[in-house]
């Protein structure tokens, strides 16, 4: 892409010495962990069943996003490091990598393509041997040479230094795609509320292209407490649909005694 050209445009940067090198790696390696963890978070707050839609106006899915990650981290952090060994097939098959590679195509065919789960766990199965194997990496090999793409210097430390930051742009792309896909319907957000303990003033639903945006529902407490006018919250979709325990929070410390039990 253009901008994998521009930032590998030759670059007169010294190389750093071996030690330095080497404390590079270390950032980097605490980079890579906060970016997949970043990731999980934004994936966690997904519904699965959700992961195959491809919103109007998007090129792209949950699940692409997370089959690309995988097998980004597994070039940039493997292969790139200490090439390709017999058991890389196994790890990401040739289907898998053609699949979830650069220039492929999202689908939004679920049954043409590993489920939610299957993607989490090879992601994870990735991640941890190519963290495992950073950990062992030296200073030489580092320094060695390496084609694009990279990060600030033409050698294996730039491809792992471009491993986070590469991830954090697909972090960006899910939480678009989370933005226009609906985390569930009206009626299993209503579900989530005990009509005993909560009345349901109003509730809208936003929607763009046919989907839905935003959902925001107003919640007045029970008479009781409406009389004392406690108050009303405007809750977002995510915290609405964990449990009823996080709406009481959310309403504050004079409504927690009637809401989430």
């Given at each position: 892409s253009d901008i994998i050209r521009v930032m590998n445009a030759p670059d007169t940067t010294p190389l750093p010495d071996a030690d330095t090198a080497m404390g590079m790696l270390?950032?980097?390696?605490?980079?890579?962990?906060f970016a997949r963890r970043y990731t999980l978070e934004l994936l966690d707050a997904t519904p699965k069943e959700r992961w195959f839609e491809i919103p109007p106006a998007l090129p792209t899915n949950i699940a692409w996003q997370v089959g690309h990650d995988t097998v980004s981290q597994y070039g940039l952090l493997m292969f790139r490091i200490r090439g390709r060994l017999p058991e890389d097939l196994s790890l990401?098959?040739?289907?898998?990598?053609?699949?979830?590679?650069?220039?492929?195509?999202?689908?939004a065919d679920p049954a043409s393509q590993p489920s939610a789960d299957e993607l989490l766990a090879r992601m994870?199965?990735?991640?941890?041997?190519?963290?495992?194997?950073?950990?062992?990496?030296?200073?030489?090999?580092l320094l060695e040479p390496v084609d694009m793409p990279y990060a600030a210097y033409p050698v294996?430390?730039?491809?792992?230094?471009?491993c986070p930051l590469h991830e954090h742009i697909h972090a960006g792309q899910i939480g678009i795609v989370r933005r226009q896909v609906p985390s569930c319907s009206t009626t299993e957000i209503l579900h989530c509320i005990r009509p005993s303990s909560i009345h349901v003033l109003h509730h809208r639903i936003f929607c763009r292209r046919g989907q839905h945006k935003y959902l925001a529902v107003q919640l007045l407490l029970h008479r009781q407490v409406t009389r004392q006018h406690t108050g009303r919250d405007l809750l977002d979709l995510a915290t609405l649909i964990r449990c009823n325990r996080t709406v009481g929070a959310k309403l504050g410390a004079a409504s927690t005694e009637h809401c989430g039990r």
């Amino acid at each position: 892409s253009d901008i994998i050209r521009v930032m590998n445009a030759p670059d007169t940067t010294p190389l750093p010495d071996a030690d330095t090198a080497m404390g590079m790696l270390r950032g980097a390696m605490g980079q890579i962990e906060f970016a997949r963890r970043y990731t999980l978070e934004l994936l966690d707050a997904t519904p699965k069943e959700r992961w195959f839609e491809i919103p109007p106006a998007l090129p792209t899915n949950i699940a692409w996003q997370v089959g690309h990650d995988t097998v980004s981290q597994y070039g940039l952090l493997m292969f790139r490091i200490r090439g390709r060994l017999p058991e890389d097939l196994s790890l990401i098959p040739g289907r898998f990598r053609k699949s979830y590679g650069r220039e492929s195509t999202p689908s939004a065919d679920p049954a043409s393509q590993p489920s939610a789960d299957e993607l989490l766990a090879r992601m994870a199965e990735v991640y941890d041997l190519a963290m495992s194997e950073l950990a062992r990496v030296t200073a030489d090999v580092l320094l060695e040479p390496v084609d694009m793409p990279y990060a600030a210097y033409p050698v294996k430390l730039g491809a792992i230094l471009f491993c986070p930051l590469h991830e954090h742009i697909h972090a960006g792309q899910i939480g678009i795609v989370r933005r226009q896909v609906p985390s569930c319907s009206t009626t299993e957000i209503l579900h989530c509320i005990r009509p005993s303990s909560i009345h349901v003033l109003h509730h809208r639903i936003f929607c763009r292209r046919g989907q839905h945006k935003y959902l925001a529902v107003q919640l007045l407490l029970h008479r009781q407490v409406t009389r004392q006018h406690t108050g009303r919250d405007l809750l977002d979709l995510a915290t609405l649909i964990r449990c009823n325990r996080t709406v009481g929070a959310k309403l504050g410390a004079a409504s927690t005694e009637h809401c989430g039990r």
